[in-house]
């Protein structure tokens, strides 16, 4: 989700069974992510209609890039609990944010788009 598409849409279903068992991992596509691979990170199994500028201009934060990769560990038993996820810092980060005030601005938005 965070990359904004599905992973292995639109490909036949046998082609991403391989890619699961290869230990194909998803990534987040970022400039990040193309740093640390040195501009070689494969793009294959993404949709092509991402453009690379799209990612290269994209960053995600430390702290997500974390939790993400906390979330889809493979093995279970170094895969956190949900219950130790919700200690994480990128989540501690979000509830300093309200949820509330965010749907009012974006209900206010609405509203403004609606009068238009």
Request: charged share 25%; aromatic share 8%.
């Amino acid at each position: 989700m965070a990359n904004g598409f599905q992973p292995f849409k639109d490909t036949e279903l046998t082609y991403m069974y391989i890619e699961k068992v290869r230990g194909s991992l998803q990534v987040l596509l970022d400039k990040n992510s193309l740093l640390e691979n040195q501009g070689s990170l494969s793009l294959e199994h993404t949709n092509k209609r991402i453009a690379r500028d799209v990612i290269v201009n994209k960053s995600f934060s430390e702290n997500f890039h974390q939790f993400v990769e906390l979330c889809l560990n493979k093995n279970p038993l170094s895969r956190w609990a949900a219950s130790k996820l919700m200690t994480h810092s990128f989540l501690k980060q979000c509830r300093n944010t309200s949820l509330l005030d965010q749907l009012k601005d974006l209900g206010q938005k609405n509203v403004k788009v609606q009068k238009k």
